[in-house]
């Protein structure tokens, strides 16, 4: 079983090359192995500012509980 580090890592990797779609969905795999990782969840807003979808980066980022 593959484990959310290893999404986490996969999703940064992807983020880093500007794939920010690819690196959401490596993110949402990980939330789906650990649902309360506030990072992964900072990690998906920050995905989608740089898409410029600030409404969705907000909500994502209100979803951590920091």
Known sequence: M???KVWIDRGKSLHERGE????????KRGLN???D???IMIR?????????????AIEW????SI
């Open 2 to 4: 593959t484990s959310a």
């Open 20 to 27: 920010y779609d690819q690196a959401i969905e490596a993110f």
């Open 33 to 35: 192995l650990d649902p």
């Open 37 to 39: 990782n506030d990072d």
């Open 44 to 56: 998906i807003g920050l995905s989608y500012r740089y898409k410029e979808e600030y409404d969705t």
């Open 61 to 64: 980022y209100g979803k951590a």
